[in-house]
Structures are given as C-alpha cells and as structure tokens.
Nanobody
Framework: QVQLVESGGGAVQAGGSLRLSCAAS????????MGWFRRAPGKEREFVAV????????DYADSVKGPFTISRDNAKNTVYLLMNSLKPEDAAVYYC????????????????WGQGTQVTVSS
C-alpha cells in the first residue's frame, strides 16, 4: 500500500513562495499520475494540479495556472508543487494523491492520499 507524506507547508506573506513535497513509500510512484488538491476552511476539496507518470504532461486549475508548477522525481519517489506569487485565497491544506482511473480533476479518481500540509498566506 502506498503511503504519502506531504511537507513544505508554512506561513508566508502574499507574493511569497513555497515548495511542497510529497514523498511516497510502499510503492513506485512512477507508474501513476499524481495530483495535488487543496481544501480551504468551509470549502470542498478542489483540484490544483496533475502530472502524468512520466512527467511529460501537466495540467492546472485555472486559478493557479502560471504561478504554480508541478514536477516529479521518480528516482526519489517524490512529487513537488512549487507555488509562486501566493495569494491569501491560496491558503488551504494541500494534499497529494495517487491517480487510479477516471478524470484527473475529480478527487474520487484518486485512491491514496497524504495527510496534508497547511499553507497560510497573510495579506
């Protein structure tokens, strides 16, 4: 069973940057597409970004397209999310997840999730 551990969250001022990491154990991430989602207080979990298993293709939510970059290092069994130009509305708990089947944009298409890492952005 794949276990995911996110790290790199924290508190930053608006306009700052953070790089989140998602390290996996118990399985090879290289055989899966990987996604990042986030959940802000009082809101549903929402799609942020996805990367195919070979890293050749990525996609982003419109709200983060441009400032955010997803990447992966299959040799390290790790996926990253670089977040630049952070805004207060980006504050949330960020989760990485293993895609199994179906739409990349739907949380139900992912079957392994990390515990999340908190991102706080002050204005």
């Amino acid at each position: 069973q794949v276990q995911l551990v996110e790290s790199g969250g924290g508190a930053v001022q608006a306009g700052g940057s953070l790089r989140l990491s998602c390290a996996a154990s118990g399985g090879r991430l290289s055989i899966y597409a990987m996604g990042w989602f986030r959940r802000a207080p009082g809101k549903e979990r929402e799609f942020v970004a996805v990367i195919t298993r070979n890293g050749y293709s990525t996609d982003y939510a419109d709200s983060v397209k441009g400032p955010f970059t997803i990447s992966r290092d299959n040799a390290k069994n790790t996926v990253y999310l670089l977040m630049n130009s952070l805004k207060p509305e980006d504050a949330a708990v960020y989760y990485c997840a293993v895609h199994m089947s179906g739409s990349y944009y739907y949380p139900g298409s992912y079957n392994y999730w990390g515990q999340g890492t908190q991102v706080t952005v002050s204005s």
